[in-house]
């Protein structure tokens, strides 16, 4: 189960990101080109959304059935397992908080340039923490 788990994250995890990607440039050409906000833009925003939450699912799951995750806590010399036990997940979900809130406070918003720059922002940032923490030589094996 724990390998089928681990593939899963690591091949939802090109979704999501491709999903946050798009969604953080078409916040940023929709800011840049003070286009008006549709609903193809809060679609485009929803799907990076729950693209990350999927994966932040997939990822606890993972987290807790992996030996590289919960049971490798405290492990702190090793670089490998202290990214794995604490740094990737501890980021990683302070990333979808911020894409979180980021799709909260779009929703009171009234203009189309504070929304386009409220997903800049908070989405381009959260990007920005989840590829900081990618385990990327275990991702590319």
């Known amino acids: ?43 485009i925003a929803i799907f990076g959304l729950i693209g990350t ?14 030996p590289l995750g919960f049971t490798s806590l405290g492990q702190m010399s090793d670089k490998m397992l202290r990214l794995t036990s604490l740094e990737h997940p501890l980021i990683n979900i302070i990333a979808i908080v911020l894409i979180t809130i980021g799709w909260s406070k779009h929703k009171k918003l009234t203009t189309s340039e504070s929304k386009f720059k409220t997903f800049s922002i ?7 923490l989840i590829l900081s923490r990618i385990p990327w030589s275990l991702w590319l094996q």
């Open 1 to 43: 189960m724990y390998e089928f788990i681990q593939k899963f994250h690591s091949g939802w995890a090109y979704l999501a990101l491709l999903l946050l990607v798009v969604a953080v440039v078409n916040a940023f050409i929709g800011l840049a080109s003070k286009q008006e906000f549709t609903a193809k833009d809060r679609k």
């Open 53 to 66: 939450h999927t994966q932040l699912l997939i990822g606890l799951i993972l987290y807790f059935v992996s």
């Open 122 to 128: 908070f989405y381009g940032l959260g990007l920005l």
